[in-house]
């Protein structure tokens, strides 16, 4: 890319940090730093020594300054107000997942962008972890075969404060939108159904629905579990889950962090009950832009825009993710499967 872009950076919160330091990297140039509490606002021009004015709505800073790009890292309820004032003055935008609240909002940021001839994605960065782009080579080189079923395991006893603990569905609405997203992209394929069942264990530090275990159909029959929690206090596992990849003829195994382990059967040569299997040779490297959570999302973003090479998380494809998040909560809610569409 050569280019330099503009970008209007809208949320100044935690999270916001890591954008600006992608932003930064990439050659984006902040034009506008807008947050309600001007404060948040104030200390990220501070920290990343940004020259750019500062404001306390985002109508004052569009009408105020030039740029080509909103940067939407507003909490999840405003993303449907902040999108489509900037898509509807003209600006590409990449927001924080997730996409909306609900497929019809996020059908209206949609329509929006097409109407406009504007990109509009979504950060969601998990699926650019070093460890998925790995796996998705080994996938790729065919050697468990077809995948049958995906296992996730997700345990972090976070104590965030703020607004997530007052969230209803918390796990499933906050988090679980990275796994499922992260399984789509390895299996290659959406949601079909989902049975899920979601509770507030005993002792929890949450509002609502701090655990959930998930059963989804997945393209071709794949099954895909997701059993998780955020208050189960011990052994946690790594942001990224624990992953058990199934296929017809071996398995791939991910502790989540460096560690993956393959095994596939070699021939058909039996050894009392289990046929012979063969270690995976590790996967090569992948590309660096593909690996960087942020950095590569807003990478592709960017592309888009200037070599019309469609970022993989632009909201035509995200919503199938946001699907399975709200199709789970459906079915927690209803007792039983319900059907996934978007
Ligand atoms: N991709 C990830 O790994 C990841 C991790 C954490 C959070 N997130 C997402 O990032 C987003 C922000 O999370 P956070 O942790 O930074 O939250 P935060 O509460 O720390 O920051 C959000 C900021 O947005 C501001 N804001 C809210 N509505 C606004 C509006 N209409 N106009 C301008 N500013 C507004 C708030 O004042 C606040 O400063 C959320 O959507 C969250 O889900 C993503």
Redesign the pocket.
């Known amino acids: 890319m050569t280019s330099k872009f503009a970008a209007i950076m ?7 940090a ?1 954008w600006i330091r992608s932003a930064k990297e990439i050659g984006v140039q902040i034009s506008a730093l ?4 001007l404060e ?1 606002a104030r200390a990220r021009a501070s920290e990343f020594q940004l020259e750019a004015p500062l404001f ?3 109508d004052d800073a569009i009408r105020t300054v030039q740029a080509e790009v909103l940067f ?8 449907i ?2 999108d489509s004032k900037g898509l509807m003055n003209g600006l590409h935008v990449l ?4 996409l909306a609240m609900s497929l019809t909002e996020a059908h209206r940021l949609i329509d929006l962008a097409e109407r406009n001839k504007l990109v509009h994605a979504v ?4 699926r650019f972890h070093p460890g998925v782009r790995k796996i998705r080579r080994l996938l790729d080189q065919g050697l468990i075969g077809e995948i049958t079923t995906v296992n996730i395991d997700f345990f972090v006893p976070a104590h ?1 404060g ?3 603990e007052k969230m209803d569905h918390i796990l499933l609405a ?1 988090m679980a939108i ?1 796994p499922f997203d992260t399984a789509r992209y390895l299996i290659g394929g959406n949601a079909e159904s989902v049975y899920c069942e979601e509770w507030n264990p005993k002792g929890s530090w949450w509002q609502h629905g701090a655990s959930a275990h998930a059963i989804f159909r997945m393209t071709g029959g794949i099954r895909c579990t997701f059993r998780g929690s955020w208050c189960s206090e011990g052994l946690r596992t790594p942001w990224d889950s624990v992953w058990r990849i199934v296929g017809t003829k071996g398995t791939i195994c991910w502790d989540g962090l460096e560690n993956i382990r393959g095994e596939y059967v070699k021939k058909e040569k039996k050894d009392g009950l289990f046929y012979d299997t063969q270690d995976f040779a590790p996967a090569e490297d992948p590309d660096p832009n593909e690996t960087r ?2 950095f590569s999302v807003m990478y592709q973003f960017l592309r888009d825009i200037e070599e019309g090479i469609p970022a993989e998380t632009r909201s035509t494809d995200n919503i199938q993710s946001l699907a399975m998040v709200l199709g789970a909560i459906e079915s927690a809610k209803l007792g039983q499967r319900v059907q996934i569409s978007v």
């Open positions: 809208v949320g100044c919160g935690a999270m916001s890591e807008v947050d309600l509490n948040f306390d709505n985002l939407d890292c507003t909490v999840p309820a405003a993303h107000e902040v927001e924080e997942k997730p950060i969601q960065n998990r965030f703020g607004f997530r906050d990275h959570g942020h």
